[in-house]
C-alpha cells in the first residue's frame, strides 16, 4: 500500500526560499506568512490540525504547547539552527524526507549538529 502523501504548514518564521523550494519539489505546503501572518501560535496549530498537516517552524513556543496545553497536530519539524542560508531549511527537509523521517505523530528537532525525534503524546 502506498502511503497518503504528506501535507505541510510553513510557520510564517520559516523561510520563503525553503517554503519555494519545497513548493517546487511538489510538495503540498502552505506557509503562513503568505496567507495569514501574525495570527497566534495556537491559530497556527489549530489550522495544521484541522487541514492535517505537519508544521514546520522555528517558534519552541509550540513545541510548549503540545507538551503542556495538549494541542496535537499531525506531527512538528522544529528548527533551531543559528547560522544557515534561506534555502537550506528546505534542503534538509528534503533530505529528511528522502531518508523516510517518520515526521507523523513526532516532533522532530534539528539543531546545527544534530535532529531527534519525540513522540507527540496521544
Not at 489550522?47 to 507538551?67: H, P, Q, V
Request: charged share 20%.
Amino acid at each position: 500500500m502506498i502511503p497518503p502523501e504528506l501535507r505541510w504548514l510553513a510557520d510564517e518564521n520559516f523561510p520563503v526560499p525553503s517554503f519555494r523550494l519545497l513548493e517546487q519539489h511538489g510538495w503540498d505546503i502552505t506557509h503562513v506568512g503568505l496567507f495569514d501572518a501574525g495570527i497566534p501560535d495556537t491559530t497556527v496549530l489549530q489550522y495544521a490540525i484541522a487541514e492535517n498537516r505537519i508544521l514546520l517552524t522555528f517558534d519552541s513556543d509550540l513545541g510548549t504547547l503540545i507538551f503542556r496545553d495538549g494541542y496535537r497536530p499531525p506531527g512538528l519539524v522544529y528548527f533551531r539552527l543559528t547560522d544557515y542560508l534561506p534555502d537550506e531549511p528546505g534542503q534538509f527537509m528534503l533530505t529528511m524526507k528522502a531518508n523516510n523521517w517518520p515526521f507523523v505523530g513526532n516532533l522532530c528537532v534539528v539543531d546545527d549538529d544534530t535532529k531527534r525525534i519525540r513522540p507527540i503524546p496521544i
